[in-house]
């Protein structure tokens, strides 16, 4: 069974980038979906044209670009793994709950997204795939990157804590020795994927010794 990634328009595609690289490295399917919004936030952070019909070509070159928007050493991903739904598309599996799915992940959360989601709104495939699975009792991991939360935004993540979801705002840690902004933003998908139960190597966890890591 897949995982649902959905994207939708805060700043922060490098860390969705980081989840996906990381969840098809280890095997995992993902099936995607892009709000209307991340695009444009996309091509601001990135100069990656995000589009349906080239979906496959775009994602590579998404993939393959570090935190700081520039080709990186990560080379090119493997998408075979990846099915792609269009943010309109309704009728798109991920919108039923018969459709299997391991759980959801929100990477970046906008404050807009969590309204949405936290209200039942369903005003796309992204909001609808999220209701899905927080009624069939599902994974739900949202990344919310916003700064500062107000107090309507606040209600709505405590209201989506209360439905089961997990919260994970995108906050890097800086005790985990990074020496390049791709650590910070691993850091926060590694956390992302923890929620989730998802192996990974994406950050050094604490072992107990003086000098280690702490991952909280």
Not at 163 to 186: E, K, R
């Amino acid at each position: 069974m897949p995982w649902i990634v959905g994207v939708s328009g805060a700043s922060g595609t490098p860390y969705a980038a980081a989840v996906l690289r990381a969840l098809l490295a280890g095997g995992e399917s993902v099936d995607l979906v892009v709000s209307r919004a991340s695009r444009l936030t996309l091509l601001d952070e990135t100069g990656i044209s995000f589009r349906d019909a080239h979906w496959r070509d775009d994602l590579r070159e998404w993939l393959g670009r570090g935190a700081d928007g520039k080709p990186d050493t990560f080379g090119a991903p493997d998408v075979d793994r990846v099915r792609y739904w269009g943010a309109g598309d309704l009728a798109a599996g991920p919108s039923s709950g018969s459709y299997p799915a391991k759980g959801m992940l929100i990477v970046p959360a906008s404050t807009a997204c969590v309204a949405g989601v936290a209200l039942g709104l369903s005003k796309d495939l992204l909001q609808r795939a999220a209701s899905v699975t927080l009624k069939e009792r599902r994974t739900l991991v949202v990344a919310v990157r916003e700064t500062p939360l107000n107090g309507q935004t606040l209600r709505h993540l405590v209201a989506l804590d209360d439905a089961g979801a997990s919260v994970v705002p995108a906050s890097p840690a800086f005790y985990a020795g990074a020496t390049h902004i791709q650590d910070l933003v691993d850091f926060v998908a590694g956390r992302v994927l923890d929620a989730a139960g998802v192996a990974h190597g994406l950050y050094r966890r604490w072992d107990g010794e003086l000098g280690g890591t702490r991952a909280t």
